[in-house]
């Protein structure tokens, strides 16, 4: 049975001092996301940020640039978060689905609470870094009804297939309501994100619950890929994953170490452990030509 890896090179949470290993400028997260692509990664899960700062930015000429010069430089699925800045309107979030029509993009199935503010201080970090990982006990990731029923239009019309993000088990259901609402097309691509404080938890136990639930509300009518954050996490949810029939996310946005006492030097370092699994647990790696065909996007 086919697999694919998603990369997700930088994330939209985390601050730069965390990891030299994080890209952070247009340079940075292109050379990152084709090495990935290279490693094993089908699809790159992007975020951006202020070249200067290495601040979380939602800036669209800076993904613009970015996506257009991983597409130039190899086949991967690029695919940016709609997850945007703090106090941004839905239609700001999705102007990188409706503006730079990607193949692909994010789509956060509810609203939750979203802390980082456990990630301990470090000497390389700036002032506002610190700032921002203890702001994050006053932050909540905002989806609305609302939000989410805009965002499957803005999805619908430019023909962009969504990645669900579920990062909790309420999430599913929510899902399911905008399926029975007409705003969103099934098969589904789900993608289980277990390991935020503030939503479900990078357990077995949890990623069984989760698909288990998925199955009850949309029969086979999904595919579907976990990413555990933090470590172990990342690798124990890949290998889980891999057992159990769906596909695999790992990056720099979810997890910082390749083994318990060593750092990632680079995303594909993370890519090529988590599929260095997959054929010995019968899994056959496939790029992004074959994954576009499974996510129906060819
Ligand atoms: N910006 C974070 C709160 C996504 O990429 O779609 C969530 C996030 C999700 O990173
Ligand atoms: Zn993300």
Known sequence: MKVFCSCAITGGMSVPGQSAA?????????????????????????????????????DLGLFRE????????CDAIVQPTTGGGVGMTID????????????????NCGSFNFGIFKVRPRPEMAPWEVEYL???????FRNTFADMAR???????????????????????????????????????????LGVLGANAATLEQLVHMHRTATTLFGSDFTWSAAGVGYPAEFHLAAAALMMGGHVRVGLEDNLRVTMDRRAASNAELVEKAMTLAPLLDREP??????????GIA
């Open 134 to 140: 203890q702001g994050t006990r006053d932050y909540v």
């Open 286 to 295: 496939v790029g992004a030509a074959q994954a576009r065909e499974i996510l």
């Open 92 to 107: 700001e979030r999705a102007r990188v689905v409706t503006e730079l029509r990607p193949q692909m993009a994010t789509f």
């Open 22 to 58: 994080i890209p952070v400028t247009p340079d940075e997260i292109v050379e990152s996301a084709v090495a990935a692509n290279a490693a094993g990664a089908a699809i790159v899960h992007i975020h951006v940020r202020d070249p200067e700062t290495g601040r979380p930015s939602a």
């Open 151 to 193: 965002l499957a239009e803005l999805f619908r019309e430019a023909g962009a297939k969504p990645e669900y993000e579920a990062y909790d088990v309420g999430h599913l259901y929510n899902l399911r309501h905008l399926a029975d609402e007409g705003l969103v097309d099934l098969p589904l691509h789900l993608q289980f994100v």
């Open 66 to 73: 970015v996506l257009t010069r991983i597409g130039e430089r």
